[in-house]
């Protein structure tokens, strides 16, 4: 066959594809790509966290310091957060005895900077922790629920509407209490509560937050985990499965949970910032992390009476807090927008 001069001859055969494989997490990808204040707040929370595990390699070189070391005065007196930012002390620890408090002092003479830096440990742990248990005890919860249905469902459902009818900070603050008194009365409590306390004391107040926390945080997501199953199961790719011969497991994992994750993920990030609220308030009301361990609602606590006479005690910890939880807020927003199918393309 002639080909005419100058024509590029015809590719026989099956023609490769150019375009780019389009699945429902790229198009999430792309449609968070599009806003800019949710990236932006991804990148924050991002470098906070790595600020946060790095947070011993700062203190090994220089750059922040002990946390719970409290400075002195030449006088040998704790300085009682007379120090304003950027003022300077002697520090007999170092070849140059001094060191400047870039955000102030506390009242005992410890710097904010550095606890304000290992204070977002307790934060982020706490908030990453809390929807972790939320995320996969609510998605076990909910699935089975949904799922089965019929007297399982009714029977794990009204569970979760008791629970549900509960005040949420009320019983963490109370559990919470509970926990904190079980060390007065350490050798009444058996040989599981030793161990607790132990493990809670190591973690420095930290276990038992986790529980409380983890107690309630569930609740929601099994809900909608339950909400999306039942209007999953139905469908006529779950039928298929089920007409092949396919296995509960094959079909919960397989079928049902890809196509339920985006809207579990979304509220989870969302909760994020009331597990670091939670924590916060707990540490403020004193039933929180164990001092001296620093956390922002402790900070915030101890500053709340020289509000007036020392205002940057009270500032950086509410700084820090706020634009913390902000920060989630833009990337829950985020995500939401990012799987909702009807905002595709805007």
């Not at 949904?146 to 603050?173: S, T």
């Not at 209007?231 to 006529?236: A, D």
């Not at 296995?247 to 993920?265: A, S």
Request: a positive charge.
């Amino acid at each position: 066959m002639a080909v005419a001069k100058g024509a590029e001859p015809i590719a026989l055969g099956r023609r490769k594809t150019q375009e780019k494989v389009r699945t429902p997490l790229t198009d999430a990808w792309d449609q968070f790509k599009r806003n800019k204040l949710a990236v932006a707040s991804a990148i924050f929370v991002l470098l906070m966290c790595v600020l946060a595990l790095t947070a011993d390699v700062w203190k090994g070189i220089g750059l922040i310091d002990d946390p719970l070391y409290q400075h002195q005065d030449p006088a040998g007196k704790v300085r009682m957060a007379e120090t304003p930012p950027m003022t300077c002390t002697q520090d007999p620890r170092r070849m140059d005895p001094q060191w400047c408090f870039v955000f102030g002092a506390d009242y005992a003479g410890r710097d904010n900077l550095s606890r304000l830096v290992y204070g977002s440990r307790v934060s982020l742990t706490v908030g990453f922790v809390g929807a972790m248990v939320a995320f996969i005890v609510g998605i076990i919860y909910g699935v089975v629920s949904g799922y089965y249905g019929g007297g399982i469902d009714n029977f794990m459902m009204r569970i979760v509407d008791i629970l549900y009818a509960l005040p949420e900070l009320p019983i963490i603050i109370l559990f919470q209490v509970l926990f904190k008194s079980l060390s007065d009365y350490k050798e009444k409590a058996g040989p599981l509560g030793q161990v607790m306390l132990d493990i809670d004391n190591s973690m420095g107040g930290l276990f038992f937050v986790f529980i409380v926390i983890g107690l309630t945080s569930w609740i929601g997501v099994a809900r909608l985990a339950r909400g999306q199953v039942l209007s999953y199961k139905q469908k006529e790719f779950v039928e298929a499965a089920r007409s092949i011969g396919a296995r509960d497991r094959h079909i919960i994992f397989g079928h049902l949970l890809p196509n339920i994750l985006g809207p579990l993920i979304v509220v989870v990030a969302g909760a994020i910032p009331a597990f670091i609220f939670y924590e916060a308030t707990l540490s403020y009301l004193g039933v929180g992390i164990n001092p001296p361990t620093p956390s922002w609602g402790a900070m915030i606590n101890a500053a709340q009476n020289t509000m007036l006479s020392k205002p940057w005690m009270m500032l950086w910890p509410v700084v820090a807090l706020g634009s913390t939880v902000m920060a989630f807020n833009f990337i829950g927003n985020g995500l939401r927008d990012a799987f909702d199918p009807r905002l595709r393309g805007e």
